[in-house]
């Protein structure tokens, strides 16, 4: 976990340890906006704040214990580092299978469901494909990584048309990233099978052998991916990705890949001709 953790701080660009605190010019004291906090008072209403309980009165030995509110501290603490470190933005961390209208994708949202309850780390993963833009498979798979992350599974989002232009400036760390990428427990490729507008062919054939071999290595560790695309005839898979590649990601995905085929565009919901 903690190779991990520091690959996905490279992948971050913001080691936190490289983060210097504001100093006063004048002096040498640290600046804050705000006094560095006192304790918080404690959530459970047992002890001052410290996290720490008195011996009980008349206690011959005399020691202190952990008060319950550390460890929902602590597990909340890690929560919100588990979802830092999955670099999701923060407009698809905010989605939920509850903010989404089942009526408009009903099996679909039925079966995504059904996949986070039968999720085990080592288990298919989930590949949500339609031609059709706007349909939910970015929303649905992000409830999904959601989902997990709030049971403490560590996931890496990754915006794939993104990428290539990311594995070419030396400054985004490539190598870390394509690591990041074979190692992180569950992997978030939204939108397979794009590449950035525009993007040179040797680019996309780059980004193509990149995926290629993370493809590759999760399916030989069993590792799960959460893919969305809007690749979606067997022909576009195989033009956009290869045919190779596309065997893996259906092989990843073994009965769990959800076509969105034929949805509406909830986008254009209030379009009127
Ligand atoms: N059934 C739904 N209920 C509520 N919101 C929805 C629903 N379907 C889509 N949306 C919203 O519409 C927007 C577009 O959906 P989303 O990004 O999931 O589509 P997509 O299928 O991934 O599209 P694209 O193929 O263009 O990537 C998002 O803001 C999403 O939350
Ligand atoms: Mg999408
Ligand atoms: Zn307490």
Redesign the pocket.
Known sequence: MDDQMSLLKGFLGTDPSKVKPCRDPEGDQELYDTPPAEHLPCEDGKCDGSGMLPPPDGDPVGRWSHCSCTKKQRQRARLERLAKQSLMPPGLLE?RFK???VA??REQAKRVRAWVDQFTPHGPGLLLYSRE???????LAAAAANTLLSKGHAVLFVLVPDLAGKLVQRDEHPQEIVQAMMDAPVLVMD?IGQSEEGAAEWRRAELRRVLFNVLTHREQNHLPIIG?T?LGTKRSFDDALGKAATSRLFGLCDGWAIS?AGLED??LRGFQE
């Open positions: 989605k903010g989404f209208q408009r994708a833009n706007g349909v939910g498979k970015t929303h939108d969305t809007n969105f909830y986008r």
